[in-house]
Each structure stands twice: as C-alpha cells, then as structure tokens.
C-alpha cells in the first residue's frame, strides 16, 4: 500500500515528489525528536498512534484542523471512532489515520474437534473462553489453551486493555473492583496452567509463534500475523471476536496502526497534506489489507478480500477498538501498568495491590493532564 501509493502520487502530478526514508520502529520517535531539535524536519511522518498526543501536546507537529475542514476527502466522520481519537488533541487535529488494527481470538480449529468443540462456536464470554481453554490444555503434548502477551512493554498493555475495558474498567481507574477482576483473570489462567508462565516473556510475535506451532489452542493475535499464518500454520485456523465478560457485554479491544503526521517546520506541509489526501483515498487503502492492514476508514470495504472470515472479524472488531490515552505521557501510564500486569501475573503481588500500586504512580500524571 505504501510503496504503491508513493508511486502512484509521483505519476499523479508533478508539482511534489515522495521519497520515502526507512526508519526503524524502535528509532522513529528518537529520530524525529533529533530532527524537531534540529530543526531539520521531514516534511511527513508515519507514527505509531499512541505516542502522536505526546509530540501533540510538544507543539511539534502542524495542525492540521484547517486543513482537513477544507479536505473533500478527508472527513472525520467517515472514520472509525478510535483511529481518528489519536489524532486529537485538545479538540485539535494533529494526525489523519494511515491504517489500523486490532485484536481478535485466533483459535486452532482443529484442536477444537479432537477435543469435542464445535469450531462453528467459539468462546464469546470470559467463561467460555476459560472453558474451552481447560478443555484444550493438554500437558501431555506440551498444548495450553490460552496464549497471550503480559510483557513488560507496550505490547503487554495493548493485550491486557481489551480485558480492562470489557470487565468497565479504564487507565484512570485502575484501583476499582473492575480492573482488579480482569488482571486476576489473566493471573488466574497462568497460575492454573491454562496459559503458560513464558506469557510474560512473550512478545506477540512469539505468542503467535506459539500458536503455530500447536502449543496453544487460541491466542490473542493481530492481522498483521495473516500472510505468516496462511504460509506456516498447518492446521485450519480460524477468527472470532474478542469474548466479553458476562454480565457487561462491553465490546472492546485495542487500537494499534499509524498516522500521517507533519512535523511543524515542514517546508512543505501543503505537498504533504496533498499526499496524506491521496493516500486516503478508498482506492489506496483498498490495498492495505493485502498486508493485513486495515482501512481506518468506515466508508471502505474490500471486495473480495483475502482471509474473508478474518477480515469480517477484524473489521468488526474495529469499531469497538480503543486509542490508547491518547495521552502526551502515555508511555509513562503505561509503564506502570506493565510492572502491575508482571506483579499479577508472577504472583508477587495481588492484582488489586499491584493495580493500586500503578494507579498511584498515574495518579499525579492524570491530575496535570487527564485522560
């Protein structure tokens, strides 16, 4: 999607031209503070989205509110609530959604039939989800019936905050009955060995590799796992929406993708909104799903699409998908709730004294600039 949009704006005119530079992901936000502090900036930028409200709330990057409000084409109601919230600040726009993505349940179909389940009914409530996770482990064969990352980094939390949501918790609100009843439900799996210890050492890459490899039943898992899982998974695999927690019924999961940025400064912020125009055009984001990127847009439906049963979901899933903050020190409130997930988890700490613990390190945080 993007090298092909980059090419096909430079066929489209010839008033700007596109070349791109690869950076990184871990070096992005580095490399763009030094070029802000420089003051030699790139004239567009693609960001991880919870961390555009801490450059946002830095008065480095361009608004672009005036803009979009003269934009035929990019319009903010046609986009799904959370990708266009990480582009907000203070009722300001300061980044247009490049793509998404989000959660699911990806469950071995396979395993749910040696096992006496029906595939065609997969866990939809916190219950079910446990109970077909006992019925999957299998010790013998090394098989837990639940996979997920708790590890201490941003990927742990992006795991854990459909689990906070859905139980009505939320970050700022972390020492509540709610959020101490979806960690103990995380460490309750781990610690009845229905999900593996390695869950905090996990990245979601390898939590996926886990599942691959027939050692977990069902795993939270992303689209970007898609074109891997079609190659390398040998058994039927199949998607379903995120299980809800009884009695709640709250949809939810996390919202992870990019946005287009312009750093303030850019000399030439008109060509890039030009472009961020053009690369939001249907026809382009059309073509994100190959790589299983999803369209943040509402007003785009792939026909056709590859993995039909698992974009149906993700796209469903889509619209309950929340921005993470969006927050100037998210990093920081996510810190702490990385440290609570790991106390939990290994069961050094109760999870309603570790999350009592995080929510007074946010505390402050939250009183200067809340959520």
Known sequence: ????????????????????????????????????????????????NPVVASFSAQGTLTDLTERVGKSAVVKPDVYFKGPWASGLWKQRI?????????LALCYNA???????????????????LLDAAKALKDPAKNVYGF???????????????????????????LDTPEATEALEFWAGMVKDGVASRDVINQRQYEVTNT??????????????????LQKEAKFEWRLALLPVKPGK????????????????GAKQADGAFRFIEFMSDPKILNEGWKTGRLAP????????????????IYRKQLESARARGPH????????????????????????ATALADAARKIKPILAKTPL
């Open 1 to 48: 999607m993007i090298y092909g949009g980059i090419k096909a704006f430079n066929e489209s005119q010839s008033e700007y031209r596109i070349d791109p530079r690869i950076v990184p992901g871990p070096q992005m936000d580095s490399e763009l503070i030094k070029a802000i502090a420089s003051g030699s900036v790139p004239d567009l930028v693609t960001l991880d």
């Open 94 to 102: 300061f980044a247009v959604p490049r793509d998404a993505n989000t």
């Open 110 to 128: 396979d395993m749910f039939k040696v096992k006496g389940l029906d595939p065609d009914k997969p866990p939809k409530t916190w219950t079910e």
């Open 147 to 173: 996979g997920f990352s708790a590890v201490q980094a941003e990927e742990g939390v992006f795991q854990f905050l459909p689990f906070l949501h859905q139980a009505g918790g939320a970050v700022d609100k």
């Open 211 to 228: 599942f691959m490899a027939g050692n977990a039943a069902m795993v939270m898992c992303g689209p970007w796992e898609l074109p891997r």
């Open 249 to 264: 019924d709250i949809a939810a999961s996390a919202l992870g993708g990019y946005d287009w940025v312009v750093p303030k």
């Open 297 to 312: 847009r509402t007003d785009v439906t792939v026909t056709d699409p590859l993995w039909p049963q698992a974009y149906g």
């Open 328 to 351: 100037p020190q998210w990093p920081e409130i996510s810190r702490a709730i990385q440290i609570a997930m790991q106390e939990a988890v290994t069961g050094t700490k109760p999870a």
